[in-house]
Protein backbone atom coordinates (compact mmCIF):
# COMPACT_ATOMS: atom_id res chain seq x y z
CA UNK A 1 0.00 0.00 0.00
CA UNK A 2 2.97 2.43 0.75
CA UNK A 3 4.51 1.88 -2.47
CA UNK A 4 1.21 2.39 -4.24
CA UNK A 5 0.37 5.77 -2.59
CA UNK A 6 4.14 6.81 -3.06
CA UNK A 7 3.98 6.23 -7.10
CA UNK A 8 0.34 8.03 -6.96
CA UNK A 9 2.40 11.02 -5.49
CA UNK A 10 5.29 10.89 -8.01
CA UNK A 11 2.61 11.30 -10.74
CA UNK A 12 1.13 13.85 -9.78
CA UNK A 13 5.02 15.55 -8.67
CA UNK A 14 5.92 14.51 -12.31
CA UNK A 15 3.42 16.26 -13.94
CA UNK A 16 4.22 19.73 -11.56
CA UNK A 17 7.96 19.24 -12.09
CA UNK A 18 9.13 17.73 -14.55
CA UNK A 19 6.33 18.64 -16.82
CA UNK A 20 7.13 22.41 -16.46
CA UNK A 21 10.71 21.64 -17.16
CA UNK A 22 9.93 19.95 -20.52
CA UNK A 23 7.56 23.41 -21.07
CA UNK A 24 9.98 25.06 -20.40
CA UNK A 25 12.31 23.62 -23.40
CA UNK A 26 9.39 24.37 -25.99
CA UNK A 27 8.46 27.49 -25.14
CA UNK A 28 5.19 27.89 -25.95
CA UNK A 29 3.53 31.03 -26.78
CA UNK A 30 -0.24 32.25 -25.91
CA UNK A 31 -0.17 34.22 -29.45
CA UNK A 32 0.95 31.93 -31.85
CA UNK A 33 -1.04 30.69 -35.22
CA UNK A 34 -3.21 27.33 -34.68
CA UNK A 35 -3.58 24.91 -37.03
CA UNK A 36 -7.31 24.78 -35.68
CA UNK A 37 -7.96 28.41 -37.01
CA UNK A 38 -5.18 28.63 -40.19
CA UNK A 39 -6.73 25.14 -41.99
CA UNK A 40 -10.25 25.35 -40.56
CA UNK A 41 -12.32 22.56 -42.40
CA UNK A 42 -15.23 21.64 -40.78
CA UNK A 43 -14.10 18.12 -40.52
CA UNK A 44 -10.66 17.70 -38.70
CA UNK A 45 -9.18 20.91 -38.10
CA UNK A 46 -12.38 22.67 -35.57
CA UNK A 47 -11.24 24.95 -32.68
CA UNK A 48 -12.58 22.70 -29.13
CA UNK A 49 -12.55 24.17 -25.45
CA UNK A 50 -9.86 22.74 -23.94
CA UNK A 51 -11.46 20.77 -21.71
CA UNK A 52 -13.23 18.67 -23.71
CA UNK A 53 -9.99 18.63 -25.84
CA UNK A 54 -8.28 16.80 -22.97
CA UNK A 55 -10.99 14.50 -22.53
CA UNK A 56 -10.90 13.34 -26.34
CA UNK A 57 -6.94 12.95 -26.15
CA UNK A 58 -7.59 10.97 -22.66
CA UNK A 59 -10.15 8.47 -24.31
CA UNK A 60 -7.95 8.63 -27.58
CA UNK A 61 -4.96 7.08 -25.67
CA UNK A 62 -6.34 4.88 -22.49
CA UNK A 63 -8.31 1.97 -24.90
CA UNK A 64 -7.44 -0.99 -22.95
CA UNK A 65 -3.63 -0.45 -22.73
CA UNK A 66 -3.43 0.83 -19.44
CA UNK A 67 -6.03 -1.51 -18.20
CA UNK A 68 -5.32 -4.72 -19.81
CA UNK A 69 -1.83 -4.24 -20.14
CA UNK A 70 -1.32 -2.88 -16.27
CA UNK A 71 -2.91 -6.20 -15.26
CA UNK A 72 -0.99 -8.21 -17.21
CA UNK A 73 2.42 -5.92 -16.18
CA UNK A 74 1.78 -6.72 -12.39
CA UNK A 75 2.49 -10.43 -12.82
CA UNK A 76 5.93 -9.13 -13.04
CA UNK A 77 6.03 -8.11 -9.57
CA UNK A 78 6.85 -4.53 -7.94
CA UNK A 79 8.43 -3.42 -11.22
CA UNK A 80 5.30 -3.00 -12.40
CA UNK A 81 4.97 0.15 -10.41
CA UNK A 82 8.65 1.87 -10.87
CA UNK A 83 8.36 1.46 -15.00
CA UNK A 84 4.78 3.53 -14.86
CA UNK A 85 6.36 5.92 -13.12
CA UNK A 86 9.23 6.22 -14.63
CA UNK A 87 7.92 5.40 -17.90
CA UNK A 88 5.11 8.00 -17.40
CA UNK A 89 6.57 10.96 -16.31
CA UNK A 90 10.20 10.54 -18.41
CA UNK A 91 9.11 9.09 -21.22
CA UNK A 92 5.45 8.57 -22.25
CA UNK A 93 4.45 11.95 -21.02
CA UNK A 94 7.31 13.69 -23.01
CA UNK A 95 6.84 11.61 -26.11
CA UNK A 96 3.01 12.51 -26.07
CA UNK A 97 4.01 16.46 -25.79
CA UNK A 98 6.47 16.74 -28.23
CA UNK A 99 4.49 15.07 -30.74
CA UNK A 100 1.42 17.34 -30.06
CA UNK A 101 4.02 20.48 -29.73
CA UNK A 102 5.67 19.53 -33.25
CA UNK A 103 2.24 18.99 -34.91
CA UNK A 104 1.13 22.28 -34.41
CA UNK A 105 4.56 24.43 -35.28
CA UNK A 106 4.29 22.06 -38.85
CA UNK A 107 0.33 23.03 -39.03
CA UNK A 108 -1.08 20.08 -37.77
CA UNK A 109 0.45 16.94 -40.27
CA UNK A 110 0.38 13.67 -38.97
CA UNK A 111 2.89 11.19 -37.23
CA UNK A 112 4.96 10.16 -40.38
CA UNK A 113 5.15 13.52 -41.93
CA UNK A 114 7.10 14.67 -38.94
CA UNK A 115 9.09 11.61 -38.81
CA UNK A 116 9.73 12.06 -42.66
CA UNK A 117 10.61 15.96 -42.08
CA UNK A 118 13.22 15.03 -39.44
CA UNK A 119 14.82 11.79 -40.17
CA UNK A 120 14.61 11.60 -44.03
CA UNK A 121 12.37 10.69 -47.00
CA UNK A 122 13.13 6.89 -46.94
CA UNK A 123 12.04 6.74 -43.19
CA UNK A 124 9.07 8.65 -43.48
CA UNK A 125 7.54 5.55 -46.40
CA UNK A 126 8.53 3.32 -43.43
CA UNK A 127 6.43 5.35 -40.99
CA UNK A 128 3.50 5.72 -43.17
CA UNK A 129 3.70 1.93 -43.84
CA UNK A 130 4.32 1.01 -39.96
CA UNK A 131 1.59 3.70 -38.78
CA UNK A 132 -1.02 2.17 -41.29
CA UNK A 133 -0.46 -1.84 -39.55
CA UNK A 134 -0.21 -0.12 -36.21
CA UNK A 135 -3.35 2.02 -36.31
CA UNK A 136 -5.44 -1.25 -38.31
CA UNK A 137 -3.98 -3.51 -35.31
CA UNK A 138 -4.91 -1.13 -32.91
CA UNK A 139 -8.56 -1.20 -34.58
CA UNK A 140 -8.82 -4.83 -34.62
CA UNK A 141 -7.29 -5.00 -30.86
CA UNK A 142 -10.15 -2.89 -29.96
CA UNK A 143 -13.00 -4.31 -31.44
CA UNK A 144 -12.51 -7.45 -30.03
CA UNK A 145 -11.68 -6.39 -26.16
CA UNK A 146 -14.68 -4.69 -26.11
CA UNK A 147 -16.73 -7.25 -27.77
CA UNK A 148 -15.25 -10.16 -25.32
CA UNK A 149 -16.31 -8.18 -22.15
CA UNK A 150 -19.75 -7.36 -23.08
CA UNK A 151 -20.28 -11.04 -24.08
CA UNK A 152 -18.91 -12.17 -21.30
CA UNK A 153 -21.64 -9.35 -19.34
CA UNK A 154 -24.53 -10.10 -20.87
CA UNK A 155 -26.80 -13.10 -20.84
CA UNK A 156 -26.80 -16.08 -23.92
CA UNK A 157 -29.40 -15.01 -26.07
CA UNK A 158 -28.27 -16.89 -29.30
CA UNK A 159 -26.39 -14.59 -31.37
CA UNK A 160 -27.95 -11.81 -30.43
CA UNK A 161 -26.00 -9.98 -27.82
CA UNK A 162 -23.30 -12.79 -28.63
CA UNK A 163 -19.47 -11.60 -28.90
CA UNK A 164 -20.30 -12.10 -33.06
CA UNK A 165 -22.98 -9.12 -32.18
CA UNK A 166 -21.21 -6.81 -30.34
CA UNK A 167 -18.31 -7.56 -32.84
CA UNK A 168 -20.42 -6.17 -35.62
CA UNK A 169 -22.10 -3.17 -33.43
CA UNK A 170 -18.78 -1.77 -32.33
CA UNK A 171 -17.27 -1.56 -35.74
CA UNK A 172 -20.33 -0.02 -37.18
CA UNK A 173 -19.64 2.37 -34.93
CA UNK A 174 -16.06 2.56 -36.16
CA UNK A 175 -17.03 3.30 -39.82
CA UNK A 176 -19.12 6.02 -38.41
CA UNK A 177 -16.76 7.63 -36.19
CA UNK A 178 -14.25 7.61 -38.98
CA UNK A 179 -16.35 9.02 -41.42
CA UNK A 180 -18.47 11.93 -39.70
CA UNK A 181 -17.06 15.25 -38.66
CA UNK A 182 -14.47 15.15 -35.67
CA UNK A 183 -17.12 17.65 -33.73
CA UNK A 184 -20.36 15.38 -34.97
CA UNK A 185 -19.92 12.15 -32.68
CA UNK A 186 -16.89 12.27 -31.41
CA UNK A 187 -16.38 15.62 -29.50
CA UNK A 188 -20.35 14.80 -27.93
CA UNK A 189 -19.65 11.58 -26.76
CA UNK A 190 -16.05 10.97 -25.24
CA UNK A 191 -16.34 13.79 -22.45
CA UNK A 192 -19.38 11.73 -21.31
CA UNK A 193 -17.24 8.19 -21.23
CA UNK A 194 -13.81 10.34 -20.50
CA UNK A 195 -15.83 11.13 -17.13
CA UNK A 196 -16.68 7.25 -16.24
CA UNK A 197 -13.59 5.81 -16.75
CA UNK A 198 -12.29 8.67 -14.11
CA UNK A 199 -15.12 8.02 -11.88
CA UNK A 200 -14.61 4.25 -12.01
CA UNK A 201 -10.92 4.69 -11.96
CA UNK A 202 -11.67 6.31 -8.53
CA UNK A 203 -13.84 3.96 -7.17
CA UNK A 204 -11.43 0.89 -7.95
CA UNK A 205 -8.85 3.42 -6.15
CA UNK A 206 -11.18 3.63 -3.07
CA UNK A 207 -11.86 -0.31 -3.08
CA UNK A 208 -7.59 -0.17 -2.82
CA UNK A 209 -7.45 1.20 0.38
CA UNK A 210 -10.60 0.05 2.07
CA UNK A 211 -10.58 -3.88 0.86
CA UNK A 212 -8.72 -6.42 2.36
CA UNK A 213 -5.68 -8.38 0.46
CA UNK A 214 -2.34 -8.25 0.01
CA UNK A 215 -0.30 -6.10 -2.31
CA UNK A 216 3.89 -5.75 -3.13
CA UNK A 217 5.93 -3.52 -1.98
CA UNK A 218 8.78 -2.15 -3.83
CA UNK A 219 11.06 -3.78 -0.88
CA UNK A 220 9.57 -7.15 -2.28
CA UNK A 221 12.64 -8.21 -5.04
CA UNK A 222 11.69 -5.34 -7.32
CA UNK A 223 14.73 -6.53 -10.04
CA UNK A 224 13.51 -9.91 -9.76
CA UNK A 225 10.64 -11.30 -12.10
CA UNK A 226 7.35 -13.13 -10.09
CA UNK A 227 5.66 -13.63 -13.30
CA UNK A 228 3.98 -17.33 -12.96
CA UNK A 229 5.78 -18.74 -16.46
CA UNK A 230 9.61 -16.92 -15.47
CA UNK A 231 9.11 -14.44 -18.14
CA UNK A 232 12.00 -11.97 -17.68
CA UNK A 233 11.03 -8.40 -16.53
CA UNK A 234 13.23 -6.61 -18.79
CA UNK A 235 12.39 -6.09 -22.06
CA UNK A 236 8.90 -8.10 -21.31
CA UNK A 237 7.44 -5.49 -19.02
CA UNK A 238 8.48 -2.72 -21.37
CA UNK A 239 6.05 -4.12 -23.90
CA UNK A 240 3.50 -5.56 -21.77
CA UNK A 241 2.83 -2.12 -19.88
CA UNK A 242 2.58 0.14 -23.24
CA UNK A 243 -0.39 2.62 -23.08
CA UNK A 244 0.10 3.14 -19.12
CA UNK A 245 4.07 3.98 -19.80
CA UNK A 246 4.75 4.82 -22.98
CA UNK A 247 2.83 4.19 -26.52
CA UNK A 248 3.59 5.01 -30.02
CA UNK A 249 0.15 4.90 -30.72
CA UNK A 250 -0.23 7.77 -28.88
CA UNK A 251 1.85 9.68 -31.14
CA UNK A 252 -0.94 8.83 -33.87
CA UNK A 253 -3.71 10.59 -31.53
CA UNK A 254 -1.62 13.92 -30.28
CA UNK A 255 -1.63 15.57 -34.09
CA UNK A 256 -5.77 14.75 -33.51
CA UNK A 257 -5.85 16.82 -31.20
CA UNK A 258 -3.11 19.17 -32.21
CA UNK A 259 -5.97 20.20 -35.15
CA UNK A 260 -8.19 21.22 -32.08
CA UNK A 261 -6.30 23.45 -29.89
CA UNK A 262 -7.05 27.14 -29.46
CA UNK A 263 -3.68 27.69 -27.66
CA UNK A 264 -0.44 26.28 -27.59
CA UNK A 265 -0.01 27.13 -23.76
CA UNK A 266 -2.81 24.67 -23.29
CA UNK A 267 -0.45 21.71 -24.52
CA UNK A 268 0.96 20.33 -21.23
CA UNK A 269 -2.43 19.98 -19.51
CA UNK A 270 -3.66 18.21 -22.99
CA UNK A 271 -0.77 16.01 -23.83
CA UNK A 272 1.66 15.59 -20.88
CA UNK A 273 -1.56 15.85 -18.68
CA UNK A 274 -3.64 12.94 -20.47
CA UNK A 275 -0.63 10.53 -20.13
CA UNK A 276 0.09 11.26 -16.83
CA UNK A 277 -3.45 10.56 -16.03
CA UNK A 278 -3.14 7.50 -18.20
CA UNK A 279 -0.43 6.26 -16.04
CA UNK A 280 -2.53 7.00 -12.98
CA UNK A 281 -5.45 4.74 -14.36
CA UNK A 282 -2.72 2.11 -15.13
CA UNK A 283 -1.24 2.76 -11.87
CA UNK A 284 -5.00 1.91 -10.04
CA UNK A 285 -5.98 -1.32 -12.25
CA UNK A 286 -2.25 -2.75 -11.66
CA UNK A 287 -2.94 -2.55 -8.06
CA UNK A 288 -6.44 -3.28 -7.80
CA UNK A 289 -5.87 -6.43 -9.86
CA UNK A 290 -3.13 -8.06 -7.81
CA UNK A 291 -4.81 -7.32 -4.14
CA UNK A 292 -8.26 -9.03 -5.80
CA UNK A 293 -5.86 -11.77 -7.30
CA UNK A 294 -4.78 -12.12 -3.23
CA UNK A 295 -7.96 -12.95 -1.79
CA UNK A 296 -9.40 -15.53 -3.84
CA UNK A 297 -9.59 -18.82 -3.15
CA UNK A 298 -6.70 -21.47 -5.24
CA UNK A 299 -4.57 -23.95 -4.58
CA UNK A 300 -2.38 -24.16 -1.23
CA UNK A 301 0.60 -21.97 -1.29
CA UNK A 302 -0.49 -20.48 -4.54
CA UNK A 303 0.64 -16.63 -4.79
CA UNK A 304 -1.40 -13.77 -5.84
CA UNK A 305 0.20 -13.71 -9.10
CA UNK A 306 -0.63 -17.00 -9.50
CA UNK A 307 -4.06 -16.53 -8.67
CA UNK A 308 -4.50 -13.66 -10.88
CA UNK A 309 -3.04 -15.59 -13.72
CA UNK A 310 -5.61 -18.52 -13.33
CA UNK A 311 -8.17 -15.95 -13.71
CA UNK A 312 -7.23 -15.95 -17.94
CA UNK A 313 -8.57 -12.55 -20.28
CA UNK A 314 -8.04 -9.64 -17.92
CA UNK A 315 -11.54 -8.68 -19.33
CA UNK A 316 -12.81 -11.27 -16.53
CA UNK A 317 -10.39 -9.82 -14.00
CA UNK A 318 -12.04 -6.18 -14.95
CA UNK A 319 -15.39 -7.95 -14.49
CA UNK A 320 -15.00 -9.30 -11.08
CA UNK A 321 -13.24 -6.72 -9.47
CA UNK A 322 -16.07 -3.94 -10.46
CA UNK A 323 -18.68 -5.89 -9.85
CA UNK A 324 -17.09 -7.20 -7.01
CA UNK A 325 -16.03 -4.32 -5.58
CA UNK A 326 -19.24 -1.83 -6.82
CA UNK A 327 -21.40 -4.00 -6.93
CA UNK A 328 -24.51 -2.69 -10.07
CA UNK A 329 -22.79 0.39 -10.21
CA UNK A 330 -19.59 -0.73 -10.92
CA UNK A 331 -21.17 -3.60 -13.84
CA UNK A 332 -22.72 -0.42 -15.26
CA UNK A 333 -19.34 1.82 -14.81
CA UNK A 334 -17.47 -1.24 -16.09
CA UNK A 335 -19.56 -0.74 -19.16
CA UNK A 336 -19.03 2.59 -19.51
CA UNK A 337 -15.67 2.71 -18.35
CA UNK A 338 -13.65 -0.22 -19.40
CA UNK A 339 -15.91 -1.10 -22.92
CA UNK A 340 -15.89 2.70 -23.98
CA UNK A 341 -12.26 3.32 -24.11
CA UNK A 342 -10.88 0.77 -26.03
CA UNK A 343 -14.11 1.53 -28.16
CA UNK A 344 -12.60 5.30 -28.18
CA UNK A 345 -9.23 5.04 -28.78
CA UNK A 346 -10.31 2.29 -31.63
CA UNK A 347 -12.03 4.51 -33.52
CA UNK A 348 -9.64 6.95 -33.54
CA UNK A 349 -7.15 5.05 -34.61
CA UNK A 350 -9.03 4.41 -37.72
CA UNK A 351 -9.63 8.11 -37.77
CA UNK A 352 -5.65 8.87 -37.58
CA UNK A 353 -5.02 6.21 -40.72
CA UNK A 354 -7.58 7.98 -42.65
CA UNK A 355 -5.46 11.07 -42.17
CA UNK A 356 -2.16 9.66 -42.52
CA UNK A 357 -3.15 8.36 -45.97
CA UNK A 358 -4.64 11.47 -46.87
CA UNK A 359 -1.99 13.33 -45.97
CA UNK A 360 0.39 11.23 -48.32
CA UNK A 361 -1.90 10.61 -51.18
CA UNK A 362 -3.51 14.11 -50.94
CA UNK A 363 -6.63 13.49 -50.74
CA UNK A 364 -8.93 16.22 -49.55
CA UNK A 365 -11.42 15.01 -47.29
CA UNK A 366 -14.21 17.80 -46.97
CA UNK A 367 -16.13 15.24 -49.30
CA UNK A 368 -17.34 12.18 -47.60
CA UNK A 369 -16.99 9.80 -50.71
CA UNK A 370 -13.48 10.40 -50.40
CA UNK A 371 -13.08 9.59 -47.36
CA UNK A 372 -14.84 6.76 -47.57
CA UNK A 373 -12.68 5.56 -50.47
CA UNK A 374 -9.77 6.03 -48.05
CA UNK A 375 -11.47 3.41 -44.98
CA UNK A 376 -12.93 0.96 -47.36
CA UNK A 377 -9.73 -1.04 -47.96
CA UNK A 378 -8.72 -0.25 -43.76
CA UNK A 379 -12.06 -1.85 -42.61
CA UNK A 380 -11.64 -5.03 -45.13
CA UNK A 381 -8.31 -6.08 -43.24
CA UNK A 382 -9.29 -5.29 -40.09
CA UNK A 383 -12.24 -7.69 -40.77
CA UNK A 384 -9.51 -10.20 -41.44
CA UNK A 385 -7.59 -10.21 -38.48
CA UNK A 386 -10.71 -11.07 -35.89
CA UNK A 387 -9.77 -14.29 -36.67
CA UNK A 388 -6.74 -14.02 -35.66
CA UNK A 389 -5.86 -15.24 -31.73
CA UNK A 390 -5.97 -12.62 -29.82
CA UNK A 391 -2.58 -13.24 -27.50
CA UNK A 392 -0.75 -13.46 -30.88
CA UNK A 393 -2.37 -10.02 -32.09
CA UNK A 394 -1.38 -7.98 -28.44
CA UNK A 395 1.82 -9.14 -28.89
CA UNK A 396 2.89 -7.88 -32.25
CA UNK A 397 0.64 -4.77 -31.94
CA UNK A 398 2.37 -3.83 -28.64
CA UNK A 399 6.13 -4.37 -30.36
CA UNK A 400 4.91 -2.57 -33.21
CA UNK A 401 3.84 0.37 -30.55
CA UNK A 402 6.65 0.64 -29.03
CA UNK A 403 9.08 0.50 -32.35
CA UNK A 404 6.94 3.55 -33.62
CA UNK A 405 7.14 5.65 -30.07
CA UNK A 406 11.42 5.02 -30.29
CA UNK A 407 11.02 6.58 -33.74
CA UNK A 408 9.17 9.38 -32.71
CA UNK A 409 11.14 10.20 -29.87
CA UNK A 410 14.00 10.26 -32.09
CA UNK A 411 12.51 12.33 -34.17
CA UNK A 412 11.71 14.97 -31.44
CA UNK A 413 15.50 14.61 -30.81
CA UNK A 414 16.34 15.96 -33.82
CA UNK A 415 13.63 18.83 -33.82
CA UNK A 416 14.67 19.85 -30.85
CA UNK A 417 18.59 19.49 -31.70
CA UNK A 418 18.20 21.69 -34.73
CA UNK A 419 16.19 24.78 -32.80
CA UNK A 420 18.96 24.80 -30.10
CA UNK A 421 16.76 23.01 -27.55
CA UNK A 422 17.09 20.90 -25.23
CA UNK A 423 17.65 17.80 -26.56
CA UNK A 424 18.53 15.59 -24.05
CA UNK A 425 14.71 15.28 -23.03
CA UNK A 426 13.90 13.00 -25.96
CA UNK A 427 16.91 11.55 -26.36
CA UNK A 428 17.46 9.28 -23.19
CA UNK A 429 14.21 7.93 -23.56
CA UNK A 430 15.09 6.92 -27.68
CA UNK A 431 18.47 5.16 -26.53
CA UNK A 432 16.17 3.24 -23.97
CA UNK A 433 13.36 2.56 -25.80
CA UNK A 434 15.91 1.31 -28.77
CA UNK A 435 17.68 -1.21 -26.19
CA UNK A 436 14.23 -2.42 -25.21
CA UNK A 437 12.32 -2.92 -28.39
CA UNK A 438 15.34 -4.49 -29.85
CA UNK A 439 15.91 -6.76 -27.40
CA UNK A 440 12.44 -8.20 -27.59
CA UNK A 441 12.07 -8.92 -30.70
CA UNK A 442 15.21 -11.40 -30.11
CA UNK A 443 13.81 -12.73 -27.55
CA UNK A 444 10.02 -12.90 -28.31
CA UNK A 445 8.81 -16.12 -29.27
CA UNK A 446 7.10 -14.49 -32.13
CA UNK A 447 10.23 -12.32 -32.87
CA UNK A 448 13.41 -14.15 -33.54
CA UNK A 449 13.02 -16.63 -30.26
CA UNK A 450 16.61 -16.33 -29.51
CA UNK A 451 18.12 -16.23 -25.49
CA UNK A 452 17.90 -13.05 -23.79
CA UNK A 453 21.79 -12.40 -22.96
CA UNK A 454 21.83 -12.31 -27.23
CA UNK A 455 18.72 -10.08 -27.22
CA UNK A 456 20.53 -7.90 -24.63
CA UNK A 457 24.22 -7.92 -26.39
CA UNK A 458 22.47 -6.74 -29.46
CA UNK A 459 20.19 -4.05 -27.89
CA UNK A 460 22.87 -2.00 -25.92
CA UNK A 461 25.03 -2.32 -29.03
CA UNK A 462 22.43 -0.78 -31.27
CA UNK A 463 22.09 1.63 -28.65
CA UNK A 464 25.86 2.85 -28.63
CA UNK A 465 25.65 2.78 -32.37
CA UNK A 466 22.22 5.65 -32.12
CA UNK A 467 24.38 6.66 -29.31
CA UNK A 468 27.49 7.64 -31.21
CA UNK A 469 25.72 8.68 -34.45
CA UNK A 470 23.96 11.28 -32.68
CA UNK A 471 26.26 12.84 -31.00
CA UNK A 472 28.19 13.45 -34.46
CA UNK A 473 25.26 14.62 -35.53
CA UNK A 474 25.00 17.27 -32.40
CA UNK A 475 28.22 17.94 -32.68
CA UNK A 476 28.29 19.48 -36.25
CA UNK A 477 25.28 21.30 -35.46
CA UNK A 478 25.29 25.13 -35.14
CA UNK A 479 23.81 25.69 -31.94
CA UNK A 480 25.69 23.20 -29.76
Known amino acids: MITFSISLLCLLLGYLLYGTVVERVIKPSSTAQMPCYTKQDGVDFIPMPTWRVFLIQFLNIAGTGPIFGAI ?3 LFGPAAYLWIVLGCIFAGAVHDYLCGMICIRQGGISLPEIIGNELGEGMRLVMRIGALVLLVLVGAVFVTTPAALLDNMTPDKGWFLSNGFWLAAIFFYFILATLLPIDKLIGRVYPLFGL ?6 LGICWGIYTKEG ?4 ITDAPFVTHHPKGLPIFPMLCITIACGAISGFHGTQSPLMARCLTNERHGRPVFYGAMITE ?25 AYEKLAALGNPAIVVKEISVGWM ?4 AI ?22 LIAADFLHVDQKNIWKRLMLCLPLFAITTGLFFI ?11 TNQTLACFMLWAAAVWLTRRG ?24 PEGFGLPLPVGLIAGFALMALQMFHFLKYIYKQPNK
Open 72 to 74: MGI
Open 196 to 201: ALLVMA
Open 214 to 217: WMPE
Open 279 to 303: GIVALIWAAAAVKFASMLPGEEGAT
Open 327 to 330: GTIG
Open 333 to 354: LAILGVVAAPITSGDTAFRSAR
Open 389 to 399: DFNVLWRYFAW
Open 421 to 444: YNCWIAFIPALFMAVVTTSYIIVA
